[in-house]
C-alpha cells in the first residue's frame, strides 16, 4: 500500500520474480558480509549497505541523518562512506562500541602493531593463562577444547600493551573467531545451539592451532577494511533510549533511516550476549534481563516478569484504529502477550514524541519494519506505524512492501516512509 503522490522506493515492475528475490535478499544483512567494516560482526536483523545506499541518494548537500535504532551501525557506516554526516542512538553499550569501532580511524601503527601481534601469537598465547566469562553453561557455547584455546587468546589480547584503537581491533576479530567456534546457529531468525559434527570435531584436534588460524585470517581482513578510511567523524554512535534522545541536538536532523526492533518478542541481548559477556558488558543473567527492558521489544529473563507489573499511561495511546481489539484478541489467549504487544507499541509512541523535536521542517523518515503474528491474530506493524507517524505530524506516509522475511507466508518487512511537517 502507498499514500497517492508517494513514489514507491524498491518496486521494479519489469524485473522477474526471480530477480526480485535476488534483489530484495541484497536488502537483508546478508548482502553486508563481503563488504569491509559492514561485514566486521553479524547482527541476524540487520538490513544491508544497499537498503541505505538507495534511500539517502535523494539527500541535499548539508543534511544530517539519524538512525536511533543503532544496531551494528549500518545506516550511519553507509552515510560516512558517502560523505554524509550521521548520528545513531542504542540503549546496548556493546552496540555503541561496535559501531564506534567501525567507525573509527585507525593509523598505521595500529595496523602494523596488531599484525605483529598475529605474527607473535603463538609465543604470546604459551605465557597467558585462560581467563573465561560468567556465562550461565558455558558449555553448551564451546567444547572444553575450544573454550580453553579461547580463553588464552582472550587473555592474552588483554595482556598486549596496545592503545584502545588497535585492542578495537583484536576484540573485533576475536568476537567473529568466537562465534564461529561456537555451537551455535542461525538457520532461523535468532540464535539456537546445534551439535557439533563428526568432521568438525574431527577438524578440531588441534583447538588451538586451529582456533589461532582462524583468528588469523579474521583479523587479516578486519585489518584490509580499517586501511580504508571513513569519512573522519561523520558517524558517531551514542548510548541512549531511542524513547527519550535527549542526548541529541534539537531541529538538527533532515533525515532518519532506521529499523527498530520488531514486535516478535526477539532478543538483541539473547543474540548478543557471548559477546557482551566476554567484553565485560555483562556480569550476570540479571543484567541482561534490566538491559533489554530498556530497549523497545525486549523480553530477556526478568524483562519478562517486569512486564507483567507494567500498566499503560494513558496520555501514551497507541494512535491507531483498531489498536485496542488486537490487544484484547491476543489477551483472549495470553495476558503477557498481549501487554508485550501494548507495551512496544507504547514505547514507539514515546519514540516518536521525542523524535520530532529533533528533526527540522520537511525531515524524511524511513523506518525498516516487519509485521508479527499471534496465535491467529496478525499485528499489521507497518499500518500501526503509519497512524502512529500521521498523528505525530507526518505528511505523505506510505507503506512499501520490501521483501518476504521468513517461511511463514504472512511475515513480510516494509519501509514506512513520511516527510515531518
Not at 21 to 31: I, P
Not at 140 to 149: G, H, I, Q, R, T
Not at 293 to 313: D, Y
Request: aromatic share 10%; hydrophobic share 40%; proline share 4%.
Amino acid at each position: 500500500m502507498k499514500s497517492d503522490g508517494q513514489q514507491l522506493l524498491f518496486h521494479d515492475s519489469t524485473a522477474r520474480a526471480g530477480q526480485v528475490t535476488g534483489r530484495r535478499e541484497m536488502l537483508t544483512f546478508k548482502a553486508n558480509r563481503d563488504l569491509g567494516r559492514h561485514g566486521w560482526l553479524r547482527l541476524t536483523p540487520a538490513y544491508s549497505r544497499h537498503l541505505v545506499q538507495r534511500l539517502v541518494k535523494g539527500l541535499t548537500p548539508g543534511s544530517r541523518v539519524l538512525d536511533p535504532f543503532c544496531g551494528t551501525g549500518t545506516t550511519a557506516l553507509t552515510c560516512a562512506e558517502q560523505g554524509i554526516p550521521c548520528d545513531t542512538v542504542d540503549v546496548n553499550p556493546f552496540l555503541i562500541w561496535l559501531a564506534n569501532a567501525k567507525f573509527a580511524t585507525y593509523l598505521p601503527s595500529d595496523l602494523r602493531a596488531v599484525t605483529e601481534f598475529a605474527n607473535k601469537l603463538h609465543l604470546i598465547e604459551s605465557g597467558a593463562a585462560p581467563w573465561y566469562p560468567p556465562i550461565k553453561d558455558i558449555e553448551k557455547w564451546w567444547s572444553a577444547a575450544d573454550l580453553n584455546a579461547l580463553g588464552r587468546l582472550f587473555s592474552a589480547i588483554k595482556q598486549v600493551e596496545f592503545g584502545e584503537q588497535a585492542r578495537n581491533l583484536l576484540f573485533s576479530a576475536f568476537c567473529r573467531t568466537a562465534i564461529e567456534t561456537a555451537a551455535v546457529s542461525f538457520g532461523h531468525q535468532s540464535m539456537s545451539f546445534k551439535a557439533k559434527t563428526s568432521q568438525q570435531i574431527l577438524a578440531a584436534c588441534d583447538n588451538a592451532a586451529s582456533l589461532r588460524n582462524l583468528f588469523k585470517r579474521r583479523l587479516a581482513e578486519i585489518v584490509n577494511a580499517a586501511e580504508t578510511p571513513v569519512g573522519t567523524g561523520l558517524a558517531k554512535a551514542f548510548l541512549g533510549d531511542a524513547r527519550v534522545l535527549d542526548m541529541l541536538p534539537v531541529g538538527k536532523y533532515s533525515c532518519v533511516i532506521t529499523s527498530p526492533p520488531y514486535p516478535n518478542r526477539m532478543s538483541y541481548v539473547r543474540e548478543l550476549r557471548p559477546y557482551m559477556y566476554w567484553l565485560g558488558f555483562l556480569q550476570d543473567g540479571r543484567q541482561a534481563g534490566e538491559l533489554d527492558w530498556k530497549a523497545i521489544g525486549g523480553t530477556w529473563g526478568c524483562a519478562t516478569s517486569n512486564l507483567t507489573r507494567w500498566q499503560p499511561e494513558s496520555e501514551a495511546d497507541v494512535a491507531s484504529d483498531g489498536f485496542a481489539t488486537i490487544v484484547k484478541r491476543i489477551g483472549d489467549h495470553s495476558r503477557i502477550l498481549s501487554l508485550y504487544v501494548h507495551k512496544y507499541f507504547t514505547d514507539c509512541m514515546l519514540h516518536f514524541r521525542a523524535l520530532t523535536h529533533r528533526l527540522c521542517d520537511g525531515a524524511t523518515v524511513y523506518y525498516v519494519v516487519g509485521n508479527s503474528r499471534f496465535y491467529d491474530v496478525m499485528v499489521p506493524t507497518e499500518q500501526i506505524y503509519r497512524d502512529i507517524m500521521v498523528h505525530s505530524g507526518f505528511h505523505g506516509v506510505a507503506v512499501e512492501n520490501i521483501r518476504k522475511r521468513s517461511s511463514k507466508k504472512e511475515l513480510f518487512e516494509f519501509v514506512v516512509s513520511g516527510t515531518f511537517r
